[in-house]
């Protein structure tokens, strides 16, 4: 038997494979109790507008305060593992592999409640400040190694170039190396965007206020409240909403970044 040939059999048999699974769970679903308990047109529609004009408006505020705080301090960070003195390096490099190898469940855990206990110590905004504050020392741990990464793809002629006209070293990363390294990592910035909108879920531990719940935690008590699993469909939905038009963009800026190499 030729190769093609066996190619296209065995092609033709994962798809055989394929549509039997679907057709044996489309007819083995009950699909009555899967509707009633998951896809409850009345359950999603109380969940309305509350789930937008405070859950998704929290994740995306949460997300955003958390990647800014990441940003700057991971460039820092990264600054810092780069740097001639020693400390320095031992510094950066002990805060993040510590802060990398900690889930970052637990790291919010500690700051809502250890740490204020162990230090009486009240973090603004609350537990959801608390949160918040985990979640960037968290991301900063990441982002500090990205842009690192980035930092060193720079072509060292373009440093040379840049001390050769007279450029001390700050100005040459500020104005030389730094906007070229943020080119490169984009994409893998984005990407970490993209995990901190769903890692915001884990504010759940915390404790959060009515007013600041997030769309995990607002989905959890609407599911409690109302004895359906409906809310985390609707939950789910919105977080693709978030994140499928920023995975689309990752996917454009690599498929760029290509095509300019």
Same mark, same amino acid.
């Given at each position: ?5 066996? #190619?296209? %059999? ?7 494979? !394929? +549509?039997? &699974? *679907? ?32 859950a ?5 505020v ?37 802060? #990398?190898? %900690? ?7 500690? !700051? +809502?409640? &250890? *740490? ?11 537990n ?17 190694e ?33 906007p ?8 893998p ?8 909108i769903?890692d915001?879920?884990?504010? !759940? ?57």
């Open positions: 038997m030729k190769r093609s040939t066996r #190619r296209r %059999l065995t092609r033709g048999v994962l798809y055989a494979v !394929f +549509a039997a &699974a *679907v057709l044996f769970v489309v007819l083995s679903a009950d699909w009555s109790r899967i509707q009633t308990n998951f896809l409850n047109v009345e359950v999603a529609r109380d969940t309305f507008p509350e789930i937008v004009t405070i998704a408006k929290n994740t995306v949460y997300t955003v305060i958390a990647f800014v705080g990441g940003m700057l301090l991971g460039l820092l960070l990264a600054l810092m593992k780069l740097s001639p003195v020693l400390p320095y390096r031992w510094l950066a490099t002990a805060y993040i592999e510590l802060f #990398r190898g %900690l889930p970052a469940l637990l790291v919010i855990f500690g !700051f +809502a409640y &250890a *740490v204020p206990i162990a230090l009486q110590w009240r973090p603004p905004g609350g959801a400040g608390a949160g918040l504050i985990a979640l960037i020392i968290v991301s900063s741990a990441y982002i500090a990205t842009i690192r990464a980035g930092i060193e793809a720079v072509p060292k002629g373009q440093v040379e170039a840049a001390r050769s006209l007279g450029m001390n070293s700050a100005w040459t990363m500020v104005t030389v190396v730094l070229q390294a943020f080119r490169i990592i984009t994409p910035l984005t990407n970490e965007l993209v995990i901190l769903k915001t879920s884990l504010l !759940f531990i915390a404790g959060m206020a009515i007013g600041d719940r997030e769309l995990t935690t607002f989905s959890r008590d609407a599911l409690t409240s109302q004895a359906n699993a409906t809310p985390l469909v609707v939950a789910a939905l919105m977080y693709l909403v978030i994140t499928l038009p920023l995975t689309q963009l990752v996917a454009k800026l690599e498929r760029h970044n290509k095509r300019g190499r």
